[in-house]
């Protein structure tokens, strides 16, 4: 009995591990769409795109794993070979082509718009009219569609769908061009205040992406995944897809004369996939650029020298060299280690990035006055909360304590969308960059009031004491003997605390803000690019936080207490 049970067992791990030596077949999506991904109750992937994805994968024969991605960070994770494919409703043209491969189409849509109840738009040509606010997701090809053919519009460009939405319920924008079925979906969740314009703009069609293959390589997984797509069709699996989650948009479809997405014709016009006009332009040599750049980079490579240095070192000795060449030799070879691997999967297309050049070091120059703005704010604010909860009148000390205990335990995110949408909103504010200066400047107050404080109550009680008693206003001393010694304390932790809030003013994108991360998505999403507009990003910021860096070491140095 006791073999037959081990025999059984063996047989069991054996088959375990056959299966599990089939490489899955990883399908990247953001569930954040529905009907077609989303995710279920019980927190489970749903919707046709995932009941799609695992068609595929029994056709296939392979376990399946299904990827939870940002829509606009989908591409860079096929490029870079995280997932096989991407089913997330992502429209194929041309743009994206130049990226990656896409299967032939599955659903037939067009481009809709949300507009607000009482608005006199009805098509394109209300919204051609000067000072127009047009708001598309980033990434999408509605963003897209308004860069092409509104060049006139203001464009605001949000991180997700219900953002978009709210921005024409609230009337922060005049509309919102997206696909038909999210349009609808979202006019049910603000009926009173909005209208869906059904209507396409411009067909589009959706394909499952795929990535290129190296050196005009085909790759294998294409034809079998048309072939799919083909049975799939005649099965009439398509059919049981629509029946199950697109019963009230077929109904509705059907009652405006609009082709249902499943069984329309195909989209074949040249003019549907247009190009972007920025794609025409040369790509001259910009020395003006390229001088400010490197001189930016040769400050900043100055620094981090000087930053990471002890002090003022001795003459280096044979063997500190030697050190120093390992260390760069172990760093350049990793270097090369990781992008040599990444270069067997990864496309590479900096063309969109360059031509954007001056778009990007603008945002960048608009982040440096946004973050010394803040900086200052956030000075004011914290010293007031330090005042405040030493003042005598308790009411006072208890909001202080409270303002900055809420704050602190508040994510920035959730603080900068409050506020914008909720608190900007009943005072009727629309100024992105103010409402954003002012919110990122008392979320960090709340920080630098503590730093201030715990500084302020690390000096002994003798020395407020012994100031009092030689005839020191109270003003006097926190002037003479407390600040100089608690500012020399704190510094370091103050200094960290600016170069975070350098970094923070990213989330300021979140709110449309267009500061250098709001451009660098801009421009990825524009050209499909993934780490080309992250690598920049990158090194952008490095070139402003670490000269602060190095310019609160010289203050520390300035300020310390001598040997």
């Not at 999506?29 to 279920?40: C, G, Q």
């Not at 949000?158 to 509309?175: F, I, T």
């Not at 048309?226 to 069709?233: A, I, P």
């Amino acid at each position: 009995m006791k073999v037959l049970l081990s025999l059984s067992l063996m047989c069991l791990a054996g088959c375990s591990a056959v299966q599990d030596k089939r490489e899955p077949l990883v399908v990247g999506m953001e569930l954040t769409y529905p009907p077609f991904e989303f995710v279920d109750e019980q927190g489970n992937p749903d919707g046709v795109s995932v009941r799609m994805a695992e068609a595929l994968a029994d056709y296939l024969d392979r376990p399946l794993k299904i990827e939870n991605i940002k829509f606009d960070a989908l591409i860079t994770a096929l490029k870079s070979g995280s997932i096989d494919c991407v089913i997330s409703s992502m429209t194929a043209n041309d743009e994206r082509r130049k990226s990656i491969d896409f299967s032939d189409p599955y659903v037939t849509t067009g481009l809709a718009m949300l507009v607000g109840r009482d608005s006199d738009i009805e098509g394109l040509d209300e919204l051609k009219k000067p000072g127009r606010i047009v708001v598309a997701r980033l990434g999408t090809t509605g963003e897209n569609f308004v860069r092409q053919h509104l060049p006139d519009a203001k464009l605001n460009t949000m991180q997700e769908d219900p953002a978009c939405a709210l921005e024409v319920a609230q009337g922060k924008a005049d509309a919102w061009i997206y696909d038909q079925l999210s349009i609808f979906q979202h006019h049910k969740n603000h009926a009173k205040t909005t209208r869906a314009l059904l209507t396409p703009l411009r067909p589009e069609q959706w394909a499952i992406g795929l990535r290129k293959g190296k050196d005009g390589e085909v790759n294998a997984l294409r034809n079998s995944v048309n072939v799919f797509l083909r049975q799939f069709r005649e099965s009439g699996g398509f059919e049981k897809l629509a029946g199950r989650y697109l019963k009230e948009e077929r109904q509705l479809v059907s009652e405006l004369g609009i082709p249902f997405i499943f069984d329309s014709a195909p989209v074949t016009k040249k003019t549907d996939l247009e190009l972007d006009p920025g794609k025409t332009q040369s790509l001259e040599v910009d020395w003006l650029f390229i001088l400010l750049v490197g001189v930016l980079i040769a400050v900043a490579i100055f620094t981090f020298w000087r930053l990471t240095m002890e002090g003022k070192a001795p003459a280096s000795g044979p063997g500190e060299l030697l050190g120093y060449a390992l260390l760069w030799l172990l760093v350049s070879g990793l270097c090369y280690f990781v992008f040599a691997s990444l270069n067997q999967t990864y496309t590479w297309n900096w063309e969109g990035i360059w031509l954007r050049r001056w778009q990007l070091f603008g945002g960048w120059f608009r982040t440096i006055w946004i973050s010394l703005v803040a900086l200052v704010l956030c000075a004011g604010v914290g010293i007031a909360l330090v005042a405040g909860s030493r003042s005598k009148i308790r009411p006072l000390r208890f909001f202080c304590r409270a303002y900055t205990e809420v704050v602190r335990g508040s994510p920035l995110l959730v603080v900068l969308l409050v506020g914008y949408y909720v608190i900007a909103q009943a005072f009727n504010v629309n100024d992105r960059i103010l409402i954003g200066v002012i919110l990122l400047a008392l979320f960090a107050g709340a920080y630098l009031g503590e730093i201030l404080r715990g500084g302020i109550e690390s000096i002994g009680r003798t020395q407020f004491d012994s100031a009092r008693a030689v005839g020191f206003s109270s003003i006097q001393v926190f002037r003479y003997v407390i600040l100089p010694q608690a500012i020399r304390r704190v510094l370091p932790a103050v200094a960290g605390l600016f170069i975070i809030l350098v970094k923070d003013s990213s989330l300021l994108s979140q709110i449309a803000v267009e500061e250098f991360t709001k451009r660098s998505e801009s421009a990825r999403s524009a050209t499909y690019t993934g780490l080309e507009a992250y690598i920049p990003l990158a090194i952008g910021y490095l070139l402003i936080t670490i000269p602060l860096a190095y310019m609160a070491t010289c203050l520390e140095r300035r300020f310390s207490y001598e040997s």
